[in-house]
């Protein structure tokens, strides 16, 4: 069986795999966790990060306001499927105390590193995307550190530690719209305020990947390398569908790709990830995973509305995405071309 570097979570939200279904990833029968006006000021709740912390959960949610200002709240849960989520944002300071409110914020990320939690979000600069970050020990003061690139990027995604000495970023520069292209690409910072080493990772392949990939949850360290789930996107003629797939990165040095599977983990079916204020997307931001038995839940986004889980195991993601692999140009290799 794989190993798997992170946390036991025995009371993790988990339903066993339906009789008679043999896809990799199955979804939580009561789909979806968060429904339409989940709280008085937001309407939708998705693309969101999830984390165990004291006997239960906490969270970091994106939550469209009823402005349709895209903004991240706190939310906390005893069992990862029933939140309760703050009515308004999370109010940031700056190193100083002083108050560091983003203008928007959303598609968070949320991963613990040492004894810190830090959190990183598509975040404006002069009105453009680029990745926030931030950081807090109690998910009461929350620290926001100075922007990590210049736009314009998104879908910021740290690794669980350090990798040679430095913090490691997954990022997908792009342009300031609804970017119509974007590789994964990596960076490195010894302190989350100075960043290089820039590398790529991997570009767009063929059909469900083929207009534009982001990296998903935080990586998941095992014996056969960085899980790495993310998000893929093919132009329709009725517009974008995002769908998400897995890879494996190596251990060392994660702008190699081990191993990247030519089929998608999952794509829009229900009627939640087909209907909503963007129809036809999945977009996962967050796992829990029991490193013991290797169970995993994918929290994930549905049609820019809804919050939805699905499940799988480690091991039979990891043998799939080996079975079905299919390597890029350059996918092997260090991205420094
Ligand atoms: C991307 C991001 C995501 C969103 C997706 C589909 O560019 O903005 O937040 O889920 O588009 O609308």
Redo the contacts with the bound molecule.
């Keep these: 069986m794989t190993k798997i570097i992170g946390n036991t979570i025995p009371n993790m939200p988990w339903e066993d795999r339906p009789v008679g279904n043999k896809e990799i990833l199955w979804r939580y029968s009561k789909n979806p966790i968060i429904g339409w006006n989940p709280t008085p000021s937001t309407s939708r709740i ?2 969101s990060a999830v984390i165990p912390y004291g006997d239960g959960y906490v969270g970091v949610f ?1 939550c469209d306001s009823k402005e349709v200002d895209m903004r991240i709240h706190f939310g906390k849960s005893k069992d990862g499927i029933n939140w309760d989520i703050d009515d308004n944002p999370i109010q940031w300071v700056d190193e100083c105390g002083k108050p560091f409110q983003p203008s928007y914020a ?2 968070p990320r949320l991963v613990k590193v040492g004894d810190e939690y830090l959190i990183m979000w ?1 975040t404006s600069l002069g009105g453009h995307p680029t990745i926030g970050l931030g950081k807090t020990k109690d998910f009461k003061t929350f620290v926001r550190l100075e922007n990590a690139f210049l736009p314009h990027n ?1 879908n910021g995604v740290l690794f669980p530690r350090k990798i040679g000495g430095n913090y490691v970023l997954l990022s997908r520069p792009s342009d300031n719209g ?2 119509p292209f974007g590789d994964i690409h990596i960076s490195e910072s010894p302190d989350l305020t100075y960043w290089g080493k820039h590398k790529l990772v991997m570009r767009t392949k063929a059909n469900w990947e083929s207009l534009k990939i982001g990296a998903g949850p935080i990586p998941i360290e095992t014996s056969e390398g960085w899980l790495m789930i993310y998000h893929g996107v093919i132009l329709t003629c009725n517009g ?1 569908v ?1 769908s998400f797939g897995s890879a494996l990165l190596d251990l060392e040095n994660p702008s190699k790709v081990l191993y990247r599977s030519r089929r998608y983990l999952l794509t829009p079916e229900e009627q939640y990830e087909l209907v909503g204020f ?1 129809p036809a ?1 999945c ?1 996962p931001c967050a796992t829990l995973c029991d490193a013991p038995t290797g169970r995993l839940a994918i929290y994930y ?1 549905a049609a ?1 509305t809804y919050t939805a889980i699905a499940f799988g195991t480690v091991d039979e993601i990891i043998a799939f995405t080996k079975e079905h692999s299919c390597l890029g140009v350059g996918d092997g290799e260090l991205g420094r071309d």
């Design positions: 998705f693309n994106r959303y598609d598509c998104r609804h970017t974008y995002y963007v997307v977009f986004g820019d």
